[in-house]
């Protein structure tokens, strides 16, 4: 039997954080406004080897696989599994029923000293909608609204149907507050 992280394996590559984290800062400062959206499929791209990873290590832990998991078991797993990789603990709460909100006080692509004007985990993004759109059986967006780059406490992404997430994209450039558009898509 392998072990529960096993690399190779789930065909992953261990990394230094610096060498991401210069990748994602270079692409940043260089690519212009192209480059949100390269880092992003680089995400979303790695969603289906990190969704199998999942599911081999939650069956050498001796759980279901993550689509018969009732949804407070899998948060607690799904956050013990990136937490296992070095990605960071996430706590998942629904905030109503189009959107749920997965938090993060030390995601590993956030840096609290970028002081940037806007969320910049966008590698998470692409990765954490193809992942949750595998486990739900349907496409999900990934939407950040709070990044400890540009200083907050955590990173908190919304998950719903792509469009939710655009009503509420549009709610925010309107000048709403993303709760104030979160909770417009059940008065609608």
């Not at 969603?47 to 081999?56: H, K, L, Q, T, Y």
């Not at 069956?59 to 599994?81: C, I, N, P, W």
């Not at 496409?139 to 998950?159: I, N, Q, W, Y």
């Amino acid at each position: 039997m392998t072990s529960a992280n096993d690399m190779k394996t789930d065909n992953l590559v261990a990394m230094p954080r610096s060498a991401l984290s210069l990748l994602r800062q270079t692409l940043l400062r260089e690519g212009g406004s192209a480059a949100a959206s390269f880092l992003q499929e680089s995400g979303y791209a790695g969603g289906e080897v990190i969704s199998a990873a999942f599911e081999r290590w939650l069956g050498t832990k001796g759980h279901a696989g993550m689509s018969q998991l009732d949804v407070d078991s899998f948060a607690r797993l799904v956050s013990e599994y990136f937490n296992s990789l070095g990605w960071g603990t996430l706590s998942i709460t629904r905030l109503n029923e189009a959107v749920a909100a997965l938090d993060s006080s030390e995601w590993w692509e956030s840096d609290p000293g970028a002081g940037m004007d806007h969320p910049g985990c966008h590698i998470s993004t692409g990765l954490l909608a193809d992942v949750l759109g595998r486990v739900s059986g349907q496409p999900l967006a990934v939407l950040e609204v709070e990044c400890r780059s540009m200083g907050s406490d955590k990173c908190r992404f919304l998950t719903g149907s792509a469009e939710a997430l655009e009503r509420v994209y549009e709610g925010m450039v309107r000048g709403s507050s993303y709760d104030e558009a979160v909770g417009s898509l059940v008065d609608s």
